[in-house]
């Protein structure tokens, strides 16, 4: 639990350091966090593993979407999103936030893959985390 709460508090770091807002307030039951600009929204009540699933999930997004072009469609955005908390959370020893072993990144445009890499990058960078251990597993 120490080590979830040290990355939640790295990233909190990162956020600020990169221009962002960290903001924790009440959300719908339904949505655990997002983005508006500059501000990351999480909702309050959420447990410290699903807080930093959701930290990464909308770092993702501030980090890979701005300055995409809008008629990119919603499900590539999520998609990616996705893709990049299964490459974190794998980086990290922590379990994936899918339930099958595929390469989180199978099927995706390959735009779409360059985004979730230099995200995943970003987020790591920002855990401390070796990107190399991660690349000599798959």
Same mark, same amino acid.
């Given at each position: ?5 040290? +990355?939640?508090?790295?990233? %909190?770091?990162?956020? @600020? ?11 719908? @039951? ?11 929204? !999480? ?5 410290? %593993? =699903? @807080?930093?699933?959701?930290? &990464? +999930?909308?770092?993702?997004? $501030?980090?890979?979407?701005?300055? *995409?072009?809008?008629? =990119?469609?919603?499900? *590539?955005?999520?998609?990616?999103? @996705?893709?990049? %908390?299964?490459? &974190? ?16 990144? #199978?099927? !995706?445009?390959?735009?779409? *893959?360059?985004?979730?890499? $230099?995200?995943?990058? /970003?987020?790591? #960078?920002?855990?401390? *985390?070796?990107? #190399? /251990? =991660?690349?000599?597993?798959?």
């Amino acid at each position: 639990m120490a080590a979830i709460l040290d +990355h939640i508090r790295s990233l %909190e770091s990162y956020v @600020e350091r990169s221009g962002a807002r960290l903001v924790r307030s009440t959300l719908p @039951e339904s949505v655990h966090g997002r983005v508006s600009h500059d501000v990351i929204m !999480l909702r309050v009540d959420l447990d410290p %593993e =699903q @807080e930093l699933l959701t930290l &990464v +999930h909308e770092l993702a997004h $501030w980090l890979a979407h701005r300055g *995409v072009r809008a008629h =990119q469609p919603c499900t *590539v955005f999520e998609y990616e999103a @996705e893709a990049v %908390e299964a490459v &974190v959370m794998a980086r990290l020893g922590l379990p994936r936030p899918s339930a099958h072993d595929d390469s989180p990144t #199978d099927d !995706l445009l390959s735009a779409s *893959v360059t985004r979730v890499i $230099w995200a995943s990058s /970003r987020i790591c #960078d920002a855990l401390g *985390v070796d990107t #190399d /251990r =991660q690349a000599s597993k798959a």
